[in-house]
């Protein structure tokens, strides 16, 4: 009998695979972390940069951290196109890897639009699951341009991406103490922990379980989509040693 091997992987699936090979430790600040790469054109290159520091340092990205790819350098099985350059950041589901490495049944749920008002979260405004799509959810809700990440950063108001993911009650303690590890260790992008049986942002949690909402990594992309520069991302792209990546302060 012929078995097909060209069944479509929902993103679901691709996001237990990366969370299963992250190796990432906030104690020891070492490990592989799961990163979107985005491809702009090199003339664009200091607009962008100046995009992604104002993003990054403002807090509404996961890290401040990024790798700067040039022409010809590979990342995963992707090799920079001349006249082209890399930028890898590290994407949120790499806190739904650390948890599920300290043994923690995490479940990422949703992506989408969670609007701001004076600097905090109200509500998901438009939401797609990862079970649902084979698209990453937040590169199809930034290509419906319903972002404001900029606006957001003047005047903390309007509307950025982030994900949601739920665990178990019973382990609440471990889970806030692992999201207080990574915050030690600049992972800035931990949005709103809900209480056990309560809706998170008006998103329903299951029953016995908390909601956790993360900035989307994908949000410096969106802000540099937001000032007309062309900008290709794969979200969810591949794997790096954290120790490749440097302070987007420290990129020339």
Same mark, same amino acid.
């Given at each position: 009998?012929?078995?097909?091997?060209?069944?479509?992987?929902?993103?679901?699936?691709?996001?237990?695979?990366?969370?299963?090979?992250?190796?990432?430790?906030?104690? &020891?600040?070492?490990?592989?972390?799961?990163?979107?790469?985005?491809?702009?054109? $090199?003339?664009?290159?200091? $607009?962008?940069?100046?995009?992604?520091?104002?993003?990054?340092?403002?807090?509404?990205?996961? &890290?401040?951290?990024?790798?700067? *790819?040039?022409?010809?350098? *590979?990342?995963?099985?992707?090799?920079? $196109?001349?006249?082209?350059?890399?930028?890898?950041?590290?994407?949120?589901?790499?806190?739904?890897?650390? +948890? +599920?490495? /300290?043994?923690?049944?995490?479940?990422?749920?949703?992506?989408?639009?969670?609007?701001?008002?004076?600097?905090?979260?109200?509500?998901?405004?438009?939401?797609?699951?990862?079970?649902?799509? &084979?698209?990453?959810?937040?590169?199809? *809700?930034?290509?419906?341009?319903?972002?404001?990440?900029?606006?957001?950063?003047?005047?903390?108001?309007?509307?950025? +991406?982030?994900?949601?993911?739920?665990?178990?009650? /019973?382990?609440?303690?471990?889970?806030?103490?692992?999201?207080?590890?990574?915050?030690?260790?600049?992972?800035?992008?931990?949005?709103?922990?809900?209480?056990?049986?309560?809706?998170? +942002?008006?998103?329903?949690?299951?029953?016995?379980?908390?909601?956790?909402?993360?900035?989307?990594?994908?949000?410096?992309? /969106? /802000?540099?989509?937001?000032?007309?520069?062309?900008?290709? &991302?794969?979200?969810?792209?591949? *794997?790096?040693?954290?120790? $490749?990546?440097?302070?987007?302060?420290?990129?020339?």
């Amino acid at each position: 009998m012929h078995k097909n091997n060209s069944n479509i992987q929902f993103t679901s699936s691709k996001i237990e695979d990366l969370m299963f090979k992250t190796t990432f430790d906030p104690n &020891t600040g070492k490990g592989d972390v799961i990163v979107n790469v985005s491809f702009i054109d $090199e003339k664009s290159r200091d $607009e962008v940069f100046n995009i992604f520091k104002m993003v990054l340092t403002s807090g509404l990205s996961v &890290t401040p951290y990024v790798k700067i *790819l040039n022409q010809g350098d *590979l990342i995963g099985e992707t090799v920079i $196109e001349k006249g082209k350059i890399g930028i890898a950041t590290v994407c949120s589901i790499t806190i739904d890897g650390v +948890l +599920l490495k /300290a043994g923690i049944p995490i479940k990422p749920k949703l992506g989408g639009i969670v609007q701001i008002r004076d600097g905090k979260p109200v509500r998901f405004t438009d939401v797609l699951t990862y079970a649902s799509t &084979t698209i990453d959810p937040l590169e199809v *809700l930034m290509s419906q341009k319903l972002t404001s990440i900029t606006h957001v950063i003047r005047t903390s108001n309007g509307n950025i +991406l982030a994900n949601l993911r739920e665990g178990p009650m /019973a382990a609440r303690d471990d889970i806030e103490h692992i999201l207080s590890d990574l915050v030690d260790v600049g992972f800035s992008g931990i949005l709103e922990v809900s209480e056990p049986n309560t809706s998170i +942002l008006d998103v329903p949690v299951e029953r016995d379980h908390l909601g956790i909402v993360v900035i989307g990594g994908t949000n410096p992309m /969106a /802000a540099v989509q937001e000032s007309g520069i062309s900008i290709h &991302t794969n979200a969810m792209s591949t *794997l790096i040693d954290i120790s $490749e990546l440097i302070h987007i302060d420290e990129v020339a």
